[in-house]
């Protein structure tokens, strides 16, 4: 008992030590922690997964609650319609290839059903804002590409999330059919979807009618876990709530002003982002060293699957790139940066383990596949950044971005136009 609560300390330290060299470095902290868990269990054995008893699953519920919760905080319905619409275009497209790609490709060659198929396409489609965000900032590229690949790695959390939840309910209900499967939706995460934006208005309501009661720090944290409990309780999709509810509090200003005037103007604090942040930082940072535990490189076709799809989500990113960002308005470092940006992280791995919960066929494949597919992504989105901001190295990739400038004085502000 002692070992392991001095490991919770040492783990919290190392976490912040670790985004420390990160931001340093630009290595990113969470393919160190995944090796580091890679190598305390499968290498040497001094963890095992089952010694963590159902503090796993408990782990991966916690942190999709919580991830989901900060996700429609910061997603905005007017970015959405203004300056965000190039980032949900690539958005879209992106998501999309790789969705359909990668079920294609677990469909014919992974042997899978079309059901394993599907969830494995869409489950593998985001891309890690916790990775892109402040691997970008430094970077050498324009500023309006900075702003797009970061709106899009949140866009595509959300397309993700809500499409693979609503096939896992379709699949884990026995009603899948081919509507279900091209929607991703059904009755269940619309009610669900519903439930969490009114959940949004009455918290907004009880923190301006009883604000000493709930001025505490976590209350809306455990207003999220609240709301999601009580939504799966009744046999609804909790996660889809916990996301409608963030949304609704950061869009609060778009309700009528007699609206306004009942409910509170700041429903989630400065203060509460910042512990929100924390809380989403610790629990990242122990997942991914728990993601590590759980990899199999021990079965060839997992570790044969996962390259090739590692190799498709870079593909795939291309393809996307070349259709949307136009030589006339972007640079030739803007285009492969934009390409390298396709690590998977925390919400792929959290999704990965939801079939397996479910009881859904297929599910621990699934699982496998994505768990050993995360870091192979992170490191090679490191490994092409490196190469995109080093001139000597950015010469080898040269060929494949031909099209675009390698530099310009002055490029119009359209940041996306199809050519």
Known sequence: MEIIIIGLAVLFFLGHALNWFFIKTKIPDLLILVILGYTLGPIL?????????????????????????????????KDLLTSSLPALLLSLVGFGLIAIVGGLVAYLIGMQSIVVAALLGVGIGSTSSAIVIPMVKPLSIADKSKTVLSLESAFTDVLAIVIFLGLVESAASGNYNAGMLILGIG?????????????????????????????????????????????????????????????????????????????????????????????????????FMYLGLLIQFSNLQIVLMAILLTVLIFATRYLAIRLLFSPKHYQRLDAMVSVAMGPRGLACAVLATVPLQKGIAGGEWIQQVVFALIPMSIFLTALFVSFSENEKMRSSMAKLFLMYPEKKKELPHEPIAPH
């Open 45 to 77: 054995g001094v963890i095992n997964p089952s010694d963590l008893g159902k503090v796993g699953s408990i782990l991966s519920t916690t942190a999709l609650i919580v991830i989901l919760y900060e996700g429609g905080i910061h997603l905005s319905a």
């Open 187 to 287: 009755s269940k995460p619309i009610i669900s979807l519903a439930i969490g934006l009114g959940s949004g208005l009455l918290w907004a309501f009880i923190k301006k009618r009883f604000a000493p009661l709930v001025s505490m720090a976590f209350a809306g944290e455990a207003w999220a876990l609240l709301t999601y409990g009580a939504i799966e309780l009744v046999n609804m999709n909790g996660a889809i709530g916990v996301l409608a509810l963030g949304f609704a509090l950061a869009n609060l200003d778009l309700l009528p002003k007699f609206l306004r005037t009942q409910i509170s103007a700041i429903p989630v604090s400065y203060n509460d982002m910042s512990l929100l942040s924390e809380i989403t930082f610790l629990l990242r940072t122990f997942f």
